[in-house]
């Protein structure tokens, strides 16, 4: 086959649907015919053992392939495996729990082609809600998280180009001849944290990664069978091993970068937190007359996904009328924006209301870890010495100074 710009490689491990429908969408929304498709078949037992094939040779011809492992070995190995037997000179890893859209691959192409710094891409990935699952990795001082996850789409970050240590390899577009070698994705992650670790390595080429906005996937996330089966311990405690002197923390400096105030929470994380004036000012627009118009908070909170204020009292209103369901989604909200123990506390109440076991159990794990640190001085000292640590390694003025007035305050 002559002429291929990418190959699409695709993991999957049964879920039939989900891989039938992000094929079909590929082949929708793909023009053209200078792409391969290389589908790893991870030991599926379902319907993808008859399908698979007759459905990519009906969508893509001659241009379709299927390898089948005996065993399970998990996304990072089926990854390699594809890549390898990839002709064109980019690889496109992408998870089959996605469904492509409209003008997909050009964004992210010419992205690579018009800048030689950037070494991978990827597109932002939305829930089918619209809203932003994954525009990049940020570091915390410990752990990672996806920044803006939950944003709506028409929000002005949202649309922001930035660099990043890390992107997801749910859609990932790298040269082949990056991949290997940066070292490939390493096998054995059980599902998490391989793309991670990917990502620094492909900086320590002095290459960068960013995800692309113009370039956009819906991703259902984690629906892939065992997905979860791993605890995530296994994968942390191997990607410390191997990675601790690889990165940075940038959670914060992406918050700054972007005008949110930076603070941190009962449990030690840094938050990302509207500035003063601009939550007094939104406060102001939604009260009349002394009283909250929910009309008016529930259009602020929409487009302020990081107004803490106006989460938390959306959920008491709503609570006030006995809508338990509605609830517990702005006191989740509220809480994942700023961890407090009297936020634990509302989340645990609300759990009990409206039967939810799961919130219970998160819940009832968030109060213990707070309480915790809560009753333990020395545990809270040593943290933020060790952030302090972290800050004068990197000469990080900004966390050196949040986290010594930390200490200071856990003293008095």
């Known amino acids: 086959m002559e002429n291929l710009r990418f190959a699409v490689i695709i993991p999957v491990f049964n879920k039939w649907e989900l891989t039938r429908d992000c094929l079909k969408s590929l082949r929708r929304f793909t023009p053209g015919d200078e792409f391969e498709v290389i589908a790893v078949d991870n030991a599926s037992s379902d319907a993808t053992l008859v399908d698979l094939d007759p459905l990519g040779s009906a969508l893509f011809g001659l241009r379709f392939k299927s390898i089948r492992n005996h065993t399970n070995r998990n996304f990072a190995a089926a990854c390699n495996t594809g890549a390898k037997l990839a002709q064109a000179p980019f690889c496109f890893f992408l998870n089959n729990d996605t469904l492509l859209t409209e ?192 009309s008016r908070l529930l259009q602020a909170t929409q487009k302020n996904p990081y107004w803490f204020w106006g989460h938390e009292h959306m959920a008491r209103e709503l609570e006030k009328q006995k809508l338990f369901q509605e609830a517990s989604a702005y006191y989740l909200q509220a809480f994942s924006i700023y961890c407090t123990l009297e936020g634990a506390k509302k989340l645990l109440k609300i759990a009990a209301l409206t039967a939810d076991t799961k919130l219970a159990k998160e819940a009832d794990t968030y109060l213990a870890q707070i309480i915790t640190l809560k009753n333990d001085q020395e545990l809270c000292a040593s943290i933020l010495k060790r952030n302090i640590a972290t800050a004068e390694k990197f000469n990080d003025k900004f966390l050196l100074r949040l986290s010594e007035q930390k200490l200071a305050e856990l003293y008095k």
């Open 103 to 294: 003008n997909w691959a050009p964004p992210l192409e010419e992205s690579l082609q018009n800048n030689p710094s950037l070494g991978a891409v990827g597109p932002l990935l939305l829930y089918a809600d619209k809203t932003v699952q994954h525009l990049g990795v940020a570091f915390l001082t410990a752990g990672v998280a996806h920044l803006y996850r939950g944003f709506p789409l028409a929000h002005p970050l949202v649309s922001k180009t930035r660099c990043f240590q890390a992107i997801t390899a749910a859609a990932f577009f790298v040269s082949r001849e990056l991949f290997f070698a940066a070292g490939a994705f390493y096998e054995e992650y059980r599902n998490g944290f391989e793309d991670v670790e990917l990502g620094l390595r492909i900086c320590q080429l002095d290459k960068k990664l960013t995800c692309v906005p113009k370039s956009q996937v819906i991703h259902l996330e984690s629906q892939s069978e065992g997905r979860n089966n791993d605890p995530s311990e296994f994968n942390e405690k191997l990607f410390q091993q191997r990675c601790a002197e690889l990165f940075y923390p940038d959670y914060h400096l992406h918050g700054l970068s972007d005008g949110f105030r930076v603070v941190y929470d009962d449990s030690l994380n840094q938050s990302l937190l509207l500035p003063e004036k601009d939550d007094l000012a939104l406060r102001e627009q939604v009260t009349v007359s002394g009283s909250l118009n929910l």
